[in-house]
């Protein structure tokens, strides 16, 4: 269970949620928000990348992830079978995903937890409608590069729409939280750091946020209202993005 509490950031999966005092001064978070106009060659932008997260727990096999229950009714099984303590800070943090879950989709989501591999790739094929399907995710050299002023380089879209991002959850083996939204881009952006850092970061702009939470972080931090332009955000290094084989 090691690593289960040190991946506990901002939902940014769940655009119905308003944004706290403790959210809006977390700079790391801050940063990583910006308008789809800010994202062409030789702008500046300070962004903390933060590195992977230590002891993470890994997949298991889809044959095994089955047979065990996955359900906030069956909680209490769930907490006997790895021998966790009811009160926890990992039992809350493995309840919060659960929840996260089993949370109705929002206007023009399409979600799914993956409790395997297998499970996510088949979820990404069948809501894309093709096999041929690749992951991208951010690639930061060194990753425990600091917080800095980075200079985009080159911009790429990779997918015009819908591309299938799973993110990963804080729970006793690997858990994403896998999500297609209505009205999405995603971009590869290839950034230099004032230190000489370099970040291939992939991007997620959502064209369509008529629908969010207007005290949602993105809102609060931009200055700008539901639905009006597009908000991009950058992915953590620990998240999967899932497009058409180009």
């Keep these: 269970m090691a690593g289960l509490i040190e991946y506990v950031r901002y939902d940014r999966k769940n655009y119905n949620k308003a944004a706290g005092e403790t959210q809006l001064h977390n700079a790391d978070l801050n940063n990583m928000f910006f308008l789809e106009n800010d994202s062409h060659s030789g702008k500046k932008m300070t962004v903390h990348f933060t590195e992977l997260t230590p002891n993470v727990p890994g997949f298991i096999p889809r044959s095994k992830a089955n047979k065990l229950p996955f359900s906030s009714s069956k909680f ?91 993110h990963i959850e804080p729970y006793a083996y690997a858990v994403f939280f896998c999500h297609m939204i209505k009205s999405t881009k995603a971009y590869m952006v290839n950034l230099v ?49 899932w497009t058409l084989a180009m």
Excluded at 89 to 95: R, V
Excluded at 103 to 126: H, Q, W, Y
Excluded at 202 to 225: G, I, M, R, Y
């Design 193 to 241: 750091g004032k230190d000489g850092d370099q970040a291939a970061a992939v991007a997620v702009c959502h064209e369509d946020t008529s629908s969010w939470n207007p005290k949602h972080l993105a809102f609060q931090l931009l200055k700008v209202h539901p639905g009006i332009v597009p908000v991009c955000h950058f992915l953590l290094q620990d998240a999967v993005t």
């Design 76 to 166: 209490s099984e769930i907490l006997d079978n790895f021998k966790i303590t009811k009160d926890s800070s990992e039992a809350d943090l493995m309840k919060q995903t659960i929840n996260d879950c089993e949370r109705p989709a929002i206007n023009g989501e399409k979600k799914f937890c993956a409790t395997s591999l297998e499970s996510m790739v088949d979820f990404a094929t069948s809501i894309l409608e093709i096999h041929h399907i690749r992951p991208l995710s951010t690639n930061v050299n060194p990753q425990n590069a600091p917080k800095q002023e980075y200079t985009i380089i080159k911009t790429k879209i990779t997918a015009r729409n819908e591309p299938i991002v799973c």
